[in-house]
């Protein structure tokens, strides 16, 4: 426990650093410099040009046609949809990440592999959306990032303003409903938000498949719960050093990590915490891939969104964002924030988890399926390690998880399934 503590302290130093530079200037000169001299010094470690690409660049370079479009929410975010477009007439699948993480998470693990690849392979218009404060969404009609304003949302706000401007701009540019939504983590969170929130929206998507789904969590195991107590003291700090943005992408974040991370693979304390967080699961971990990984995540978030995660777990209960009795009787007319109503969502979903998964405990997925009035597939990965990041980046992931979601995104008709366990 000391042990994350000290190194999530020593990432955070290592903003300290960066606080003086003009971070939202991109590009920042200065950064850029010290990176690129420290990716020249190092020859002892093989670095492969690969690492440094962009969501579209990757596409292209594994041989697909790549687009990108950006979309306005509501409330004024700007955010970016990566697309590889099918042919005429081909059914548009959306693919949402997760918390800290980016469209290219669906990338790492390359041609033949990778879930969006595998999903054009098979004729489908695949669709990587990005949230509000990743890397590629930092922009608003008119608040800048550098404010505190512009860090003012959680993953509730994902769910009611990303993901219907995402999915209207999807379906009204191939004028036709959504064949799937596939989400990790919280794309899963942000999916039963929107759906039971704004069911005018969800009307438009056909099925709904959750990879690790994140709805209850207070029977979570990571090891990041420990952090919870320090968490009154760590939201100061990001208040006071970063406008309220987690963890964005910056080149000192990637400069200590290729030093903390890179220097010895196989015996490799950055994923030793992946390890804590998500868990353990060494076989399928595949060294290979961490400097890409390290390079798009962690790419930013609020820290309203990790407090939001952290009354959910504290309260057991599914619901908005607890401003405080006062406020909450303000905002929601009530003491209490009101609960998600899981009940209200018709959109067929399936549920698939992971035994070795930290983040996910069986006895919360099972409280969802309960609460879900619709679920059509409960599948445990066949492997007992089976964690949190697996589902993206597995060296297994096709054969264990992409095989099961590429005959549920085909299926043309989906029947409610009864949970033995
Ligand atoms: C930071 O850079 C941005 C973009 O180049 C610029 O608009 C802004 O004024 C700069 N802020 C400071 C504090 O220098
Ligand atoms: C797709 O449709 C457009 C317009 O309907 C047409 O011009 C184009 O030739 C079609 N492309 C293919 C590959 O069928
Ligand atoms: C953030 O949003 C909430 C609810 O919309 C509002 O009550 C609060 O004042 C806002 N805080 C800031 C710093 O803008
Ligand atoms: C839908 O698409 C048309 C053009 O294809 C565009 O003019 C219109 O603004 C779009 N509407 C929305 C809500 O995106
Ligand atoms: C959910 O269902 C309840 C009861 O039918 C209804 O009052 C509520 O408005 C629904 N919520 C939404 C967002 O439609
Ligand atoms: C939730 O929605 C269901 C179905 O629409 C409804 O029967 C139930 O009363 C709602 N519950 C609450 C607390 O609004
Ligand atoms: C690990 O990743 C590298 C780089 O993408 C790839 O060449 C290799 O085949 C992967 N290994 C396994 C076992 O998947």
């Not at 000290?6 to 300290?16: E, I, N, P």
């Not at 297994?396 to 979601?405: C, G, M, Q, S």
Request: charged share 20%; hydrophobic share 40%.
């Amino acid at each position: 426990m000391k042990f994350i503590v000290l190194v999530c302290l020593l990432s955070f130093c290592s903003f300290l650093d960066a606080t003086p530079v003009n971070m939202t200037s991109e590009p920042n000169v200065f950064m850029k410099r010290i990176s690129q001299t420290s990716w020249e010094q190092s020859n002892d470690i093989q670095f492969d040009s690969d690492v440094t690409l962009d969501t579209l660049e990757m596409i292209r370079k594994a041989d697909y046609p790549a687009e990108a479009y950006v979309t306005i929410t509501e409330d004024g975010y700007i955010l970016t949809l990566h697309r590889i477009p099918g042919g005429n007439g081909s059914l548009p699948v959306l693919l949402q990440h997760g918390l800290l993480c980016t469209s290219a998470d669906w990338l790492f693990l390359g041609k033949d592999k990778a879930l969006a690849y595998l999903l054009a392979d098979q004729g489908y218009d695949v669709w990587l959306s990005n949230y509000r404060g990743n890397t590629y969404s930092r922009k608003h009609i008119s608040l800048s990032p550098s404010e505190l304003k512009f860090w003012n949302f959680s993953f509730h706000e994902m769910g009611i303003y990303d993901l219907p401007a995402m999915i209207t701009f999807i379906t009204n540019m191939t004028s036709q409903p959504l064949h799937t939504y596939i989400g990790h983590s919280m794309g899963t969170t942000g999916f039963y938000i929107m759906a039971s929130e704004r069911p005018e929206i969800a009307q438009m998507v056909q099925k709904m498949i959750s990879l690790s789904p994140v709805a209850f969590t207070n029977h979570m195991e990571s090891k990041i719960k420990y952090l919870i107590p320090l968490w009154t003291e760590l939201k100061m700090i990001i208040r006071y050093f970063f406008h309220d943005e987690f963890l964005p992408q910056s080149d000192i974040l990637k400069f200590l990590s290729k030093y903390l991370c890179e220097q010895n693979l196989e015996e490799n304390i950055c994923v030793d915490i992946i390890f804590l967080i998500c868990g353990y699961d060494r076989e399928q971990f595949n060294y290979t891939l961490l400097p890409v990984i390290l390079n798009h995540d962690p790419a930013g978030t609020s820290s309203k969104t990790l407090m939001h995660y952290v009354q959910i777990y504290q309260s057991g209960k599914f619901r908005q964002y607890d401003y405080g009795r006062e406020k909450n009787q303000l905002i929601y007319n009530s003491a209490e924030p009101p609960d998600y109503n899981l009940s209200n969502i018709t959109v067929p979903i399936a549920l698939l988890y992971g035994r070795g998964d930290l983040i996910v405990n069986i006895v919360d997925l099972k409280r969802l399926y309960r609460a879900l009035p619709n679920v059509v597939d409960m599948y445990e990965v066949p492997w007992p390690k089976f964690n949190h990041v697996d589902f993206m980046w597995a060296k297994d992931a096709p054969k264990l998880v992409y095989e099961r979601v590429l005959k549920l995104v085909k299926k043309k008709k989906l029947n409610n399934v009864i949970w033995r366990e």
